[in-house]
């Protein structure tokens, strides 16, 4: 680091062409965190560059979740045969426009990036017994001929409702645009009481999309088993529990359930599946 | 980033007016409603993105359409009476979770307003506010004034309707006024121009609450009205005053009897001792305060439930 800097190299990344895939800690469902974590280890990618905290997040100690110390980390991951770069990040808390900057600064200037992708969730009212669909969102029409092979819904219309902010991958994604980069934003709808643990399911659609898009030659088999062992527990589970058996029957069956019966819902999953400790 | 001023009028001898939300957005509301009802121009803005995280996207069939940030807008009117320049922050710029501006953004932005002050000549700059005191919603809003400098004290003496900090019980001269609607004052200090913060009352017990107080609002604007002999025509104020008044009605007569009883009780001991301002202690306003928050998540509940 030096004075005028926010960041570090820890080696060189020209990668002309080259994609990035961003993703955020604490997304609902874990998504952001299990997608990097399971993509840079099956494609070996190695760090390139860290984005310091100090200036992003408040330097006032740290948070303990799950036993464990929490600090925010922004990493930049590379893997040169894939032409690839990963993002991993926490969602900074101030400084937005500085952060988002320092982003594309090492997309373009360091690695040559030509698209940037970033991974997300959305609560979703639909089950866990439903396949996971995948919507995106672009900053540019030409994006629409880079995804339209790939079982992605291209039709997303949205507002951000009062009282709610757009995503920090909205912001990078319409910023990426004053740097002529292709910025796409995914996301993925997650059943509202599965938002605190991992939706194996989710991550998998996101994974399967990006082994396909960026032909990552990687054997996906397994996240298929991981969803449906978490369907069977998730079964197995409400099968024990008439309670929650029954609103959940209700839920799928679309005969509405009240706002408590949601929050209880909810609440038996986190604590059957447990806490996803998405960070 | 920075100002962008895309008019720059000739004015004389002109006052800025510049305002940030805050508490009940008294401030907010009584600025806007100057600001409207003298048709002001807009002349230019501070670049948002070095301050505010975006509030708005639209996205159509995947494409996103648009970003939208809050606004920090300059306007300018010439008057009979007096020119002037307005700023209106749509929000303030805040670190984190908190509810006020604070540190190096918020001091970034106050000098950036100052510039344009300083720029169009300004000698006085007015910021606006709420002022949370002990007053029953059924009596009129006065205007706390806060001068950056003493020596205008004694002009500020023979406006109408105020109180310094000295005159406000239990106060001795002492309080603070959070965010930029008070940074500002400082700020301006430092660089030599002289401004006053008009705060207009609010009961203590609806400072929490999401609806407008239009009747601190009022106060402010009759005194701006007054200061810069602005011709204005009051009615919608006015009318929105007795209209919010109802409102609150409504709503008090909803609260449970011991609440009604503290807040009647608040009435009978201000109008009592003439000074309008009742003499309750921290532990009455304590009290008041958690009775209405109770009713208020009861009835929340109720209202989710149903």
Redesign the interface.
């Given at each position: 680091l030096n004075e005028t800097s926010v960041y570090k190299l820890f080696g060189q990344a020209e990668m002309p062409g080259s994609s990035m895939i961003v993703c955020w800690h604490e997304d609902g469902g874990c998504i952001g965190n299990e997608v990097a974590k399971y993509l840079t280890g099956a494609l070996s990618m190695s760090i390139f560059a860290e984005i310091d905290p100090a200036e992003f997040f408040?330097m006032s100690g740290v948070i303990v979740e799950n036993d464990v110390a929490k600090f925010p980390e922004c990493r930049f991951y590379v893997s040169y045969p894939d032409n690839l770069v990963l993002l991993e990040s926490a969602v900074p808390?101030?400084e937005?426009?500085?952060f988002i900057s320092t982003i594309l600064e090492i997309a373009e200037k360091n690695c040559k990036t030509s698209r940037i992708v970033t991974v997300g969730s959305m609560i979703s009212m639909t089950p866990h017994t439903i396949p996971r669909s995948l919507?995106?969102?672009?900053?540019?029409?030409e994006?629409?001929e880079y995804l339209k092979n790939y079982n992605v819904?291209?039709?997303?219309?949205?507002?951000?409702p009062a009282g709610q902010?757009?995503t920090m991958s909205?912001?990078l994604?319409?910023e990426a645009l004053r740097q002529n980069i292709m910025g796409i934003s995914l996301w993925v709808p997650v059943p509202f009481y599965m938002v605190s643990v991992k939706d194996w399911a989710a991550c998998s659609r996101v994974i399967k999309f990006f082994n396909n898009r960026f032909n990552l030659n990687l054997e996906t088999a397994n996240l298929d088993m991981q969803a449906e062992r978490q369907n069977k527990a998730i079964a197995d589970f409400l099968e024990r529990n008439s309670e929650i058996g029954e609103i959940m029957r209700k839920y799928i069956s679309n005969t509405g359930i009240?706002?408590?019966e949601s929050s209880k819902l909810a609440g038996a999953i986190e604590e059957h599946l447990g806490h996803g400790d998405c960070y | 980033l920075g100002v962008r001023l895309f008019k720059t009028p000739e004015l004389v001898d002109p006052v800025m007016i510049a305002c940030w939300p805050g508490i009940g957005n008294v401030g907010l509301l009584a600025i806007e409603t100057l600001k409207e009802l003298l048709q002001a121009e807009e002349i230019g803005y501070i670049e948002p993105r070095d301050f505010f995280y975006p509030k708005k996207v639209t996205i159509k069939e995947g494409e996103i359409i648009s970003l939208d940030f809050p606004s920090s807008k300059f306007f300018y009117k010439r008057t009979p009476g007096k020119d002037i320049i307005f700023f209106i922050g749509e929000e303030q710029p805040v670190w984190g979770n908190k509810a006020y501006a604070e540190g190096a953004k918020a001091y970034e932005m106050a000098n950036m307003v100052i510039d344009v002050a300083l720029r169009f000549g300004c000698r006085r700059i007015f910021t606006s506010g709420a002022a949370v005191t002990a007053i029953h919603h059924t009596m009129r809003s006065r205007v706390w004034v806060v001068p950056n400098n003493r020596a205008i004290i004694a002009e500020i003496k023979n406006w109408e309707n105020i109180l310094l900090m000295s005159q406000v019980e239990n106060r001795e001269g002492q309080g603070s006024i959070t965010g930029l609607n008070g940074l500002l004052l400082g700020v301006a200090r430092k660089r030599g121009v002289d401004a006053v913060c008009v705060m207009g009352e609010i009961p203590v017990y609806l400072q929490g609450f999401p609806i407008l107080y239009p009747k601190g609002s009022k106060a402010v604007i009759e005194l701006l009205v007054q200061l810069l002999d602005l011709k204005v025509d009051l009615s919608g104020i006015a009318e929105f005053t007795v209209e919010n008044e109802k409102e609150i009605n409504t709503l008090y007569e909803n609260l449970p009897q011991e609440a009604k009883s503290q807040l009647d009780e608040l009435r009978g001991r201000s109008e009592k001792d003439g000074t309008r301002q009742a003499n309750i202690t921290e532990d009455d306003k304590k009290k008041i305060m958690e009775d209405l928050d109770k009713f208020f998540a009861n009835k929340d509940k109720e209202d989710g439930e149903s």
């Open positions: 408040p808390r101030a937005w426009f500085k919507l995106a969102s672009m900053n540019n029409p994006s629409r819904d291209l039709n997303l219309d949205y507002e951000t902010r757009p909205t912001y994604v319409w009240t706002e408590a | -």
